[in-house]
């Protein structure tokens, strides 16, 4: 008994440590880019298993670089009472104003838990509807 408690904990270890225990997985509702293509913003859900329920998020990035199987840089926010889009994602919309300023419009009924201002010399504003 001692040898199959031993060997479970092994492969739990093991488990653990090869990247299989991130049970997120982030499905991308659309992007858009700045006016000059130097940056992208990630609109997509993210599904981190049956316990906890999906959220929106928003990730900028530069736009040679891909989204990663990361919570989102810039905003956070589940849908409580908010409209969704076919995939689950709060009803959103992301424009760039110029290369340096993005407006984030969302339904005001979804509970926000992340909102930066201020991301690598981007401005962020937000928005209700």
Known sequence: MKSLCQSFLFLAVLFNLSGCSDLCENTIDYTVYSKD??????VFERDCGATTGFTTQISVL???KRLKNKDGNLFIADDDEANVSDIGTITTEVIWKDNNHIIVRYDGKAKVFKKVKNLQGIKIQYETF
């Open 37 to 42: 293509g130097n940056h992208i913003a990630y």
């Open 62 to 64: 530069e736009s040679h």
